[in-house]
């Protein structure tokens, strides 16, 4: 049976011929369509239009329909979130109290903790314990109003336990109506046994010092890990953290390539510590998208600008860690897209909300509301490769969408940044709350 949404007071992002992504100026306009209908079938998008406009043969006496009224409510397409972390292991309150207390994030990876804390209560956690505590994280950020979700591996640090996570995210896909893409981040961080001077204080101290040390993890990730992820066809994407104390440039490259030879597509964790070249690499290697960017200046932007490459932008990150932001304003201005993702993550964004992402897009990125609609939406389908199948509302698109409770406008969403506002989630055209 198929769904009918009538009185739509407005359908948000729904498009006759759907954008693969939304640029500059572009981004501060959305298309939306005010006293609408929506009609969904086999699980995907069969038509739309103006309430005024609805053929008589969708009447439900006609054909096999189940009616929803949505009138003073809003329909949007699912977000889709384009970065998390959200296999893990445990938590790490603990290091959120070291934080209040001022140690950054660089000093308490340098004591043994983030990335390597988690690396440690992975490797002790087993397939089934894993699924069984990511599985409540994805159903909340479904309940939240999350359709399509990449997730990355990056705490297993050995090739075992690299492979249990990402065999978790494939349990997750096969399980749950969200649509899952799996990232392969073997070069997440250095382990404490490639490392020397472990304690010497921060982790570009101890990575600085570790010589070839770093360069024997590097050639586990491309000699090892890599050619089984492949061969087990486990991971869609390939992403390196190419930064200050993690992986330089040469290295990130060397572990692109190997991936791209095997059929992954590059993404970057780039600059979020510091100008590392991260953005330039992601770009060389044709990454789909390059991610953090709290430290981006004029020469990535340019680079940016001659380039397919997706920026995305985790406010979460920022927001949750005390980093400087990364400079939305100034790259939209000067004419790329933007996506935002949340990074849940369990040390420095502990959150998959995307409602929270769009209210920190606008208070903290100074995103206009159309802004962040774009870039939770059209854009971060394109940061997930799938342009063509989510991300906006149109004829033969997935239908991931989200009914809202009565609210005034598009613009609340983002404004009322504490509320719960999604009454309804239809994944693959089930209504899933």
Do not use: W
Not at 43 to 59: Q, V
Not at 156 to 180: C, Q, S
Not at 261 to 271: M, Q, T, V
Not at 368 to 380: D, G
């Amino acid at each position: 049976m198929g769904l009918l949404i009538e009185n739509i007071k407005c359908l948000v992002q729904a498009f006759k011929n759907p954008p693969e992504k939304i640029c500059g100026g572009d981004m501060s306009k959305l298309s939306v369509l005010y006293d609408a209908f929506l009609l969904i079938q086999d699980g995907k998008i069969a038509d739309f239009g103006n309430m005024r406009e609805l053929p008589p043969e969708y009447d439900p006496s006609r054909m096999r329909v189940q009616i929803i009224d949505a009138a003073g409510k809003l329909v949007f397409p699912s977000f889709c979130d384009p970065h998390t972390h959200i296999v893990y292991a445990g938590s790490r309150e603990k290091e959120f109290t070291d934080k209040i207390r001022g140690l950054s994030y660089e000093e308490i990876a340098g004591r043994g903790g983030g990335i390597l804390n988690s690396a440690k209560l992975l490797q002790k956690t087993s397939e089934d314990q894993l699924f069984e505590q990511s599985q409540v994280r994805i159903n909340e950020i479904i309940g939240q109003g999350t359709g399509a979700v990449e997730i990355k591996s990056g705490y297993g640090l050995t090739t075992a336990d690299e492979l249990k996570m990402l065999r978790v995210i494939k349990r997750i896909k096969e399980t749950f109506p969200i649509e899952v893409r799996a990232t392969f981040l073997g070069a997440h961080a250095v382990p404490e046994e490639y490392r020397h001077n472990a304690g010497s204080g921060t982790v570009s101290n101890v990575v600085s010092n570790v010589g070839n040390n770093v360069a024997n993890y590097v050639d586990i990730v491309i000699n090892e890990m890599i050619p089984l992820v492949a061969s087990e066809q486990l991971a869609d994407y390939i992403d390196v953290f190419c930064d200050r104390g993690f992986f330089s440039v040469e290295e990130t490259e060397r572990i692109l390539m190997a991936g791209i030879k095997y059929g992954l597509i590059p993404k970057i964790h780039a600059n979020e510590l510091d100008y590392s070249g991260g953005v330039q690499a992601g770009i060389k290697y044709d990454a789909l998208s390059v991610d953090h960017l709290e430290c981006t200046g004029d020469e990535e932007i340019e680079a940016l600008m001659n380039s397919d490459t997706m920026p995305t932008l985790l406010p979460g990150s920022s927001f949750f860690l005390g980093l400087p932001d990364p400079p939305a304003r100034k790259m939209i201005d000067a004419g790329l897209p933007v996506a935002l993702a949340s990074d849940y993550n369990p040390g420095s964004s502990p959150s998959g909300n995307m409602k929270m992402i769009m209210s920190l897009g606008c208070i903290s990125l100074k995103m206009l509301p159309e802004e962040v609609i774009n870039a939770v939406t059209v854009n971060s389908a394109y940061a997930m490769g799938l342009s063509d199948t989510h991300g906006s509302i149109a004829k033969g698109k997935v239908a991931n969408v989200f009914i809202t409770k009565k609210m005034p406008a598009y613009d609340f969403m983002p404004y009322a940044f504490g509320s719960d506002l999604i009454e309804t989630v239809i994944l693959k055209g089930e209504i899933i709350k």
